[in-house]
């Protein structure tokens, strides 16, 4: 194919099927224009319940299915390997090189392929081996520790801060930057993109502020994690929420004067720890007096770092978001437009998630220019993907 827009057109990406980051990585490359083919394991394990037609994850790719226990199930891998820039596979350490799909048999095909893996725990490490998932990762880099009220327990984010921060984007940026070196080069490198890497990446800040004395090991506690009271959520009459951000001193003033708090006698100080209790009841009295869409009217014209908490179905609808297309529509639904955006070589919207067995695999591999593709079709090496087998 070679109709794709985007600063990366012209990329050719191989995607060795698996669910969360990896794909969600993918996605992000094809987004930018790159030409992702998606090979399925026929019989795959665990799906995903959504139609594939909605599994925006898949959006923009090509879809085939290799049978990786067949004697010429690799060679179907290796094929689109030999003419690719980027594979991006999601198996635990050493499954990749059973199936005879690993970094160096790659290599012995296209030397200067960018082999991208990702994994929990690592390709090395005690944990290598074991199973986990994204709130495992975060417990154990500390991430999870601090999310949450003070007094209350540590509680789960969604896997933006695991799979999708600490691990997709870590191994778009990782390949992106091999990539880079390797028009210095000319060689292939393996990107070893790890959650528990990622997030602890992430977590830079909270650690150099505790180890300058500025944060405390006790979530709740702190400017931005609840622990101050004009840097919190606040529900309204009607059961909805406002955001409060007002750190510096002239939002903190529009978000009293907004509260009609502003010149109370009584107010305690803003940087009075010791009375920060105080405070938030006075805040949480003022907000609670309202409702949610009357404080947003009020906050409207004024640089008081407080913003009404929409659901999923209310933030594509706002206004700003609608100004910057900032979610597409797709057959109805809702959709991320992809991001970010360039000045010149401008992404469009990809084509819709294909559903197993939409694509034609010998297309695929005819446009690509696999050697032997009409073998190994009739081999049974590939097949169109059986419906389900995601």
Known sequence: MT???????????????????APFAAMFLADQGAEVVRVERAGAGFTMPVDPHRDTLQRGKRMISADLKHP???EVVLGLAERADVLLEGYRPGVAERLGVGPQDCWAHNPALIYGRMTGWGQDGPLAQRAGHDPNYLALTGALHAIG????????????????????????????AALWESTHSGQGQVVDAAI???VSHLMTSPYSLLAGGAWRDERGTNLIDSGAPFVDVYATS???????????????????????LDGDPELPEQWDRARWPVLRARLAGSFAARTREEWAEIFSGADACAYPVLSLNEAPQHEHLRARETFVDRDG??????????????????????????????????????????????????????????
């Open 149 to 176: 009220r003070a007094g209350g327990p540590p509680q789960l984010p969604l896997s933006l801060v695991g799979d999708f921060g600490g691990g997709a984007m870590y191994l778009v940026s990782g390949v992106l």
């Open 333 to 390: 639904h809702p959709e991320p437009a992809p991001a970010p955006r360039f000045s010149r070589t401008r992404t469009g919207l990809p084509h819709s998630p294909p559903a197993p067995g939409d694509d034609d695999p010998g297309r695929i591999l005819g446009d690509w220019g696999v050697a032997q593709a009409q073998e190994l079709l009739t081999s049974g090496a590939v097949a169109h993907v059986a419906e389900g087998s995601r």
């Open 3 to 21: 109709d794709r827009t985007g600063p990366l057109s012209g990329l050719r990406v191989v995607e060795l099927a698996g669910l969360g980051p």
């Open 72 to 74: 010429g199930g690799a």
């Open 196 to 198: 528990v890497d990622g």
């Open 238 to 260: 009607d059961g909805r929420y406002m955001a409060v951000a007002a750190l510096e001193a002239p939002f903190y003033a529009r978000l009293l004067a907004g509260l009609g």
